[in-house]
Nanobody, 118 residues
């Protein structure tokens, strides 16, 4: 099983980034895909999740209206489009695959750093 995140980096406040998580080794369509983040000195928090392509999505209040989660079943990839970024979004972002929503266990990626700074 592999989940490989990419797309992180340094961006100025107000900017945008698109994270990708390429998955292999499991039946992607059977899994809920999630993005989490962990800021320095803080716990890991759920950012967004998606049940299936075109299906139900869920967002943390802090990112609603700015972030969009999507998935491409043909590419076994989940995305996180992040707009209007602010310094509070600085964190390591992780993707996770789980069979059901709202659980901590599952398959995790290695994380990608997002830094929002001028």
């Amino acid at each position: 099983v592999q989940l490989v995140e990419s797309g992180g980096g340094l961006v100025q406040p107000g900017g945008s980034l698109r994270l990708s998580c390429a998955c292999s080794g499991f039946t992607f369509s059977n899994y809920v895909m999630s993005w989490y983040r962990q800021a320095p000195g803080k716990g890991r928090e759920l950012v967004a999740d998606i049940i299936s392509s075109g299906g139900s999505t869920n967002y943390a209040d802090s990112v609603k209206g700015r972030f969009t989660i999507s998935r491409d079943e043909a590419k076994n990839t989940v995305y996180l489009q992040m707009n209007s970024l602010n310094p509070g979004d600085t964190a390591v972002y992780y993707c996770k695959a789980s069979r059901i929503r709202g659980v901590a266990y599952g398959y995790w990626g290695q994380g990608t750093q997002v830094t929002v700074s001028s």
